[in-house]
């Protein structure tokens, strides 16, 4: 019988590992997910953040050549929104480089009715490499994670929004879709607009929440000046008042009232609901008032 020969390069292919990413912001709420997701699958991932080794941050460019050395792949997660005006200088100096040092894959995590937003994914596109954009609604987790937990563990969520509905997504939808981009075939060139379900007004948003809490949370629609005194009051840093003054007053006036696909495009799958994440949320004790202590003592 002839011997069968299987040259050693086949072998040697077989044992390589995926392409190297870089997950901007990989200790955050999406790309802490995304990094997870990644590791799942046994692709070598580098986390990019200012606690990390080399060290990522968006204000110092210097480290940003180390951070990309053998990178294939960028997830480009941008803190603490493409809104801010450094967002787009730094965006361009980032795919600039990243160009330069052999990367060929970017998936941008993008705002919806964001022009500054926009204006980034255009250098995306433009950058020479293949691109993958994530267009997000405002996060489920931004009730568990972010700044309404407060608000939540209080009773009260105080927000000067109208009667303006929002189609929530759950960040892990997200994060599925960034990862899906970074580890498959087929996702470029592609935009996808990642919402939840369904459109939320904040009286929906406080029922959902009182029905998993076993309590009532509340909603009082303030004036935007109050909004702001109160967040300043809070000693809330400088570029976060601004940020939020922005999305309240320019972003959250009716425009994204629409649902998106992205999920079900990306993943064929629906996304979550708002109201299994507050249920599931709920059991994790992050919104109860002894938590809310621990989290002020500490």
Known sequence: MKSIFYPVKLFEIKRQKPPRTLVLGGTGKTGRRVVQSLWDGEHSVRIGSRQADPAFDWQDSAG?????????????????????????????????????????????????????????????RFSGMDWT???????????????????????????????????????????????????????????????????????????????????????????HE?????????????????LLEYLFATVMDGRNEQIGYGVQEALGRPPRDFRDYARLTALTGVWDAAQAFNLVSV
């Open 226 to 242: 109050a909004f702001l005194e109160g967040i300043q009051g809070m000693g809330m840093p400088p570029e976060m008042v601004w």
């Open 64 to 124: 940003w050549d180390k951070c990309l050395d053998g990178v294939t792949q960028v997830y480009v997660n941008f803190a603490p929104d493409l809104a801010m005006p450094m967002a787009r200088p730094a965006i361009t100096a980032f795919t600039e480089m990243a160009h330069r040092k052999g990367v060929r894959k970017l998936v941008l995590l993008s705002g919806r009715g964001e022009e500054e937003a926009l204006a980034c994914e255009q250098i995306v």
């Open 133 to 223: 954009i994530v267009r997000s609604a405002w996060f489920n987790q931004n009730f568990s994670e972010g700044a309404f937990t407060g608000m939540v563990q209080d009773g009260q969520i105080a927000l000067p929004v109208g009667g303006t509905c929002e189609p929530f997504v759950d960040v892990h939808d997200v994060a599925d879709v960034v990862t899906a981009a970074l580890s498959e075939e087929g996702h470029e060139g592609k935009v996808y607009e990642t919402t939840g379900p369904r459109l939320l007004s904040f009286e929906q948003i406080v029922e959902e929440l009182s029905g998993a809490l076993g309590r009532t949370i509340s909603f009082a629609d303030i004036p």
